[in-house]
């Protein structure tokens, strides 16, 4: 209940046209003068609406969605951090025609924001940091505007900079949120489950390095390069064994002796055309991943 009414202040304070990056408790907003916004007839109507609308995010809901909105809210849903959902909220709530948003601005919205907090969760670690572009776009999208982050756009040197010198360690939320974006551009990649575990998977394997120290460099086993999303099933079984030994893993070909259904993961297919994964394909790889996603920030216009 705590994270509706605060993803519902957060439209509050948009309509306000409150831009400062600090932000009042919870209960301190909602006892602003005399309790004045949840007085208003239309709150709960609202606050309802809001709430429904998340209900149909979390069952992944393809009466309300279309496929490729839901392939879109799958990724932001493994964001860095949890910015996403307030200028979600704000969207919704400002741009629905009972209770529905048209698909192709949606898409576009979604895209927008992906690019923009996944990217900026590299150049400007921290929260904190996101919160001074999130709320002046919050108060953009209240008045009319599209969202553009046209002020806080990226230098492409420096953000690739920080891109290839930070450490991609399967801890940092940020790991997890480039490698969800990136399984997700290959045109098959099915939707898959929010209720289903995904892990990273070392696809050249910490153990393989410990024991023959193939890796000139070891920094690259935790490079975006040597990372993929995996069915936790599968990365059990599969975490250290050697490549040949685990494309049979990835394809379902050797499952504990029995065939079972391969990953889900698209990529995955390509992955079980080498005939090798060793430090250059981590290193190519590595590579296309980046430029793929500075091609996507190219695409949304967020590059100076």
């Known amino acids: 209940m705590d994270e509706l009414f605060a ?18 408790a919870l209960r301190k907003f909602y ?6 916004y949840l007085k208003q007839l239309h709150t709960i109507d609202e606050l309802k609406a809001l709430a429904l609308f998340w209900e149909s995010v979390i069952d992944q809901d393809e009466e309300r969605f279309s496929a490729n909105v839901l392939k879109k809210l799958f990724v932001l849903n493994y964001a860095p951090n949890g910015m996403w959902q ?14 529905v948003l048209n698909d192709e601005k949606f898409c576009k919205f979604l895209d927008k924001i992906t690019a923009f907090i996944f990217a900026y969760a590299i150049t400007n670690p921290g929260v904190n940091a996101l919160r001074t572009p999130v709320y002046d776009e919050m108060v953009n999208i209240i008045n009319g505007s599209e969202v553009t982050f046209s002020k806080y756009k990226f230098d492409k040197q420096k953000a690739r900079t920080s891109f290839e010198n930070y450490v991609f360690t399967n801890q940092r ?9 990136y399984a997700f551009t290959y045109s098959n990649q099915q939707l898959l489950g929010l209720n289903e575990v995904f892990h990273l998977e070392h696809i050249y394997s910490k153990k393989r390095q410990e024991m023959e120290g ?25 975490s250290d064994y050697r490549f040949d030994d685990k494309k049979k893993i990835y394809s379902g070909e ?15 297919f390509e992955i079980l055309e080498y005939e090798q994964f060793e430090e250059q394909q981590i290193i190519d790889r590595n590579k296309k991943i980046l430029d793929k996603f500075f091609g996507f920030l190219e695409e949304q216009n967020l590059i100076a």
């Open 7 to 24: 993803r519902y202040m957060y439209f509050l304070r948009a309509k306000e046209g409150t831009k400062r990056s600090t932000t009042e």
């Open 31 to 36: 006892e602003r003068n005399k309790y004045q």
């Open 173 to 181: 939320n940020a790991t997890r949120s480039m490698i969800t974006w």
């Open 86 to 99: 307030h200028i979600t909220s704000v969207y919704f709530l400002h741009n629905r025609t009972d209770d």
């Open 254 to 268: 050797q499952r504990r002796g029995k065939y079972k259904e391969p990953s889900k993961i698209a990529e995955i």
């Open 214 to 238: 193939g890796l000139n460099d070891e920094s690259n086993l935790e490079s975006l390069g040597n990372k993929i999303l995996l069915e936790s099933s599968i990365n059990i079984k599969a």
